[in-house]
T-cell receptor, first 111, second 112 residues
Framework: EDQVTQSPEALRLQEGESSSLNCSYT??????LFWYRQDPGKGPEFLFT???AGEEKEKERLKATLTKKESFLHITAPKPEDSATYLC????????????FGSGTKLNVKP | SAVISQKPSRDICQRGTSLTIQCQVD?????MFWYRQQPGQSLTLIAT?????????ESGFVIDKFPISRPNLTFSTLTVSNMSPEDSSIYLC?????????FGQGTRLTVV
């Protein structure tokens, strides 16, 4: 069964303290892995799509990487405004109508 | 990026009533989806909105409870029927152009 697991559930960092979020996935054939940011009371905001193992994408302090089993979202020198829930989702080759979402990592960056 | 407008943004409804949520995309999308996000949880897919035909529902969701329309490539509605407090949730519309999915801001529904 296709599934997505994110860890940790919650992460508290001091401003400037770099860390990584993990997204492990099991899917019959990966079409794409997506990272989203969600602020309280708002819809998810698209960050990255990764399609193949070894691929990396960057945006400001965020860098996403992909292997055959997992993806990491690296946060370098985070700021309080990076505080949000980060969601990971995958699309399968044989059922690309569906996004399978993980439960998210709630990041809190303290000044 | 596509822009998805969803309305209402929030509502408080009496149990037993129905609410229709509208989703408008600013450009054509291949697929449109409706999700539910209960407090503190991730997104659960309700159904895929198909243009000109009946929506495709996920396990646990039925058309009588969540009727969906999609009359064209940029517009869809979701109705939450005969509401109960358990339907209190955020409902999200999503559009997919194949390489990424975009989300509306969501409708926060409270049923009292």
């Amino acid at each position: 069964e296709d599934q997505v697991t994110q860890s940790p559930e919650a992460l508290r960092l001091q401003e400037g303290e770099s860390s990584s979020l993990n997204c492990s996935y099991t899917v019959s054939g990966l079409r794409g892995l997506f990272w989203y940011r969600q602020d309280p009371g708002k819809g998810p905001e698209f960050l990255f799509t990764l399609y193949s193992a070894g691929e990396e994408k960057e945006k400001e302090r965020l860098k996403a990487t992909l292997t055959k089993k997992e993806s990491f979202l690296h946060i370098t020198a985070p700021k309080p405004e990076d505080s949000a829930t980060y969601l990971c989702a995958v699309q399968a080759v044989d059922n690309f109508n569906k996004f399978y979402f993980g439960s998210g990592t709630k990041l809190n960056v303290k000044p | 990026s596509a822009v998805i407008s969803q309305k209402p943004s929030r509502d408080i409804c009496q149990r037993g009533t129905s609410l229709t949520i509208q989703c408008q995309v600013d450009s054509q999308v291949t697929m449109m989806f409706w999700y539910r996000q209960q407090p503190g949880q991730s997104l659960t897919l309700i159904a895929t909105a198909n243009q000109g035909s009946e929506a495709t529902y996920e396990s646990g969701f039925v058309i009588d409870k969540f009727p969906i329309s999609r009359p064209n490539l940029t517009f869809s509605t979701l109705t939450v029927s005969n509401m109960s407090p358990e339907d209190s949730s955020i409902y999200l519309c999503s559009g997919d152009r194949g390489r990424e999915a975009f989300f509306g801001q969501g409708t926060r529904l409270t049923v009292v």
